[in-house]
T-cell receptor, first 108, second 113 residues
C-alpha cells in the first residue's frame, strides 16, 4: 500500500498570504489527486496530475515524480479558501490511499 | 446532472440494527466506491465496484456488504451495526482509471449507540 504524508496538519494564515501544502508518498504512481473538503463536509476534486504543474485560478499544483512529492499552492489566499486539503495516490488497481489532510484557516 | 446523491445525510442507529446507505450517480460512471472518514485518519476504502455485477473489498470491508445491480446505484449495507461503525461515509464515482477525477457525494454522518 502506498503511504501518504501531508504537511502541515494545520495551517493558519492571514488573508493574502501565499500558501503551500505538501504531500509525500512512498511508491511511484501514475497520478496524484488533490481534493478539497469544505467546512460543511463536501469533497471536491481540485486536480489530478502526473507530471509538472497545473493551474486553476489561484490554485497551483506541482509534482516531482522522482522525489515522490507534490505541493499545492494558493496565491492571494482568501477566507473562502478555508477548508481541509487532501492528497490521494493510487494503490493497486482502482484504489486510492488518502492523506489525513491539511486544515487551512485564512483569517481576514 | 445531479452528480452523486447520497442518502440519508444523518442517521442514528442502535447496536445490532441494520440499515442501507444509498448512493446513486447519473454520470454513467463504471467505478463507484464507499469510504469512511474518521477523526485523525484519511478516507479509507470500504468496498468498490468497477461495473454492474462486480464488487470487491477495499481496506476496511468487515461489517459491510455491497451490491451493484445497476450502473447508477451502489448501496452500502450494515447488517448489524456496531459503535465502531460510527463515522462519516462518502460515496464516490469515476470513470474507473487512476487518471480521472472522483466525484463525491455529500456524505452520511452515522452514529451507532
Amino acid at each position: 500500500k502506498n503511504e501518504v504524508e501531508q504537511s502541515p496538519q494545520n495551517l493558519t494564515a492571514q488573508e493574502g498570504e501565499f500558501i503551500t501544502i505538501n504531500c509525500s508518498y512512498s511508491v511511484g504512481i501514475s497520478a496524484l489527486h488533490w481534493l478539497q473538503q469544505h467546512p460543511g463536509g463536501g469533497i471536491v476534486s481540485l486536480f489530478m496530475l502526473s507530471s509538472g504543474k497545473k493551474k486553476h485560478g489561484r490554485l497551483i499544483a506541482t509534482i516531482n515524480i522522482q522525489e515522490k512529492h507534490s505541493s499545492l499552492h494558493i496565491t492571494a489566499s482568501h477566507p473562502r479558501d478555508s477548508a481541509v486539503y487532501i492528497c490521494a495516490v493510487p494503490w493497486g488497481n482502482e484504489k486510492l490511499t488518502f492523506g489525513t489532510g491539511t486544515r487551512l484557516t485564512i483569517i481576514p | 446532472n445531479a452528480g452523486v446523491t447520497q442518502t440519508p445525510k444523518f442517521q442514528v442507529l442502535k447496536t445490532g440494527q441494520s440499515m442501507t446507505l444509498q448512493c446513486a450517480q447519473d454520470m454513467n460512471h463504471e467505478y463507484m466506491s464507499w469510504y469512511r472518514q474518521d477523526p485523525g485518519m484519511g478516507l479509507r476504502l470500504i468496498h468498490y465496484s468497477v461495473g454492474a455485477g462486480i464488487t470487491d473489498q477495499g481496506e476496511v470491508p468487515n461489517g459491510y456488504n455491497v451490491s451493484r445491480s445497476t450502473t447508477e446505484d451502489f448501496p452500502l449495507r450494515l447488517l448489524s451495526a456496531a459503535p465502531s461503525q460510527t463515522s462519516v461515509y462518502f460515496c464516490a464515482s469515476g470513470k474507473g482509471d487512476n487518471n480521472s477525477p472522483l466525484h463525491f457525494g455529500n456524505g452520511t454522518r452515522l452514529t451507532v449507540t
